[in-house]
């Protein structure tokens, strides 16, 4: 069993019935599918997080014009190799 720790929430009535309903119609219990929709938006903070830094590394070092040729000229190779010529 998972480590678990029950807390208390206060939601807007709406929020509530929309999330019942929704529990019914995936037959989860209520904590199951609060957990879910936490963990996926969890998931998605961090992903939001790696494309950041990926972005921001990339305005500090931007490839060089030599990277690029490069680059362009392995994927024609590539393609050429493929018969996409």
Do not use: C
């Not at 790696?50 to 000229?73: L, T, V």
Request: charged content about 40%.
């Amino acid at each position: 069993m998972i480590n678990a720790t029950k807390i208390a929430i206060s939601l807007p009535t709406e929020d509530l019935k929309r999330i019942e309903k929704i529990r019914k119609e995936m037959r989860m219990q209520r904590s199951a599918l609060i957990d879910m929709a936490i963990r996926v938006w969890l998931d998605h903070r961090d992903k939001q997080k790696m494309i950041q830094q990926y972005e921001e590394g990339y305005r500090n070092h931007p490839e060089s014009i030599d990277e690029i040729k490069a680059m362009e000229e392995l994927s024609a190779d590539a393609f050429a190799e493929e018969g996409w010529k």
